[in-house]
T-cell receptor, first 116, second 112 residues
């Protein structure tokens, strides 16, 4: 299977702890996106990479959140000092800029975070 | 007001029915329109995409975009119980990092 993969699939943590999630995009995709989805809502954009460069960040991404894509392949999303409001599904998606006008994002299965 | 409005449902229909799902939007810069299907506790799966106004058909699914009304639709013919899922409309412009804006999703139940 060459789709987008995310690890872990589930994470339970205590308030105040740090967590890190990993995303492996489709191998030939140079764009990578992070979204957050809460119950009953659609995914909300968090941040976007083209290769290793982080080109856009949402206002939703507070100082406690940081994302990296050091070699333009996999990406990590870290949340420091987690709060109960951080409980959500964190989705990663990837796309290829060479797709032209038909560029679409393909999503991974998500990491479900529960902050107690 | 949200950029993309979508009725959350739930929508319950009998097997074989034609389903109509809709979204409205406010940003005239949106050029690219998508429908995703999301099963419970899974990531969204791309169903269809259209560029600008018009219709697109793929098997039992038809997507329509009316940019003048800022209104998009997804029709599902001969609905099946396996179509039971949440359907998310999504859209973006051609600039700005291809950030995609999603609707809240409509939960669909197809009863056998």
């Amino acid at each position: 299977d060459t789709g987008v993969s995310q690890d872990p699939r589930h994470k339970i943590t205590k308030r105040g702890q740090n967590v890190t999630f990993r995303c492996d995009p489709i191998s030939e995709h140079n764009r990578l996106y992070w979204y957050r989805q809460t119950l009953g809502q659609g995914p909300e954009f968090l941040t976007y990479f083209q290769n290793e460069a982080q080109l856009e960040k949402s206002r939703l991404l507070s100082d406690r959140f940081s994302a990296e894509r050091p070699k333009g392949s996999f990406s990590t999303l870290e949340i420091q000092r987690t709060e109960q409001g951080d409980s959500a599904m964190y989705l990663c998606a990837s796309s290829s800029s060479t797709s032209g006008i038909g560029e679409t994002q393909y999503f991974g299965p998500g990491t479900r975070l529960l902050v107690l | 007001q949200k950029e993309v409005e979508q009725d959350p449902g739930p929508l319950s229909v009998p097997e074989g029915a034609i389903v109509s799902l809709n979204c409205t939007y406010s940003n005239s810069a949106f050029q690219y329109f998508m429908w995703y299907r999301q099963y419970s506790r899974k990531g969204p799966e791309l169903l269809m995409y259209t560029y600008s106004s018009g219709n697109k058909e793929d098997g039992r699914f038809t997507a329509q975009v009316d940019k003048s009304s800022k209104y998009i639709s997804l029709f599902i013919r001969d609905s099946q119980p396996s179509d039971s899922a949440t359907y998310l409309c999504a859209m973006r412009g051609n600039t700005g990092g291809f950030k995609t804006i999603f609707g809240a999703g409509t939960r669909l139940f197809v009863k056998a």
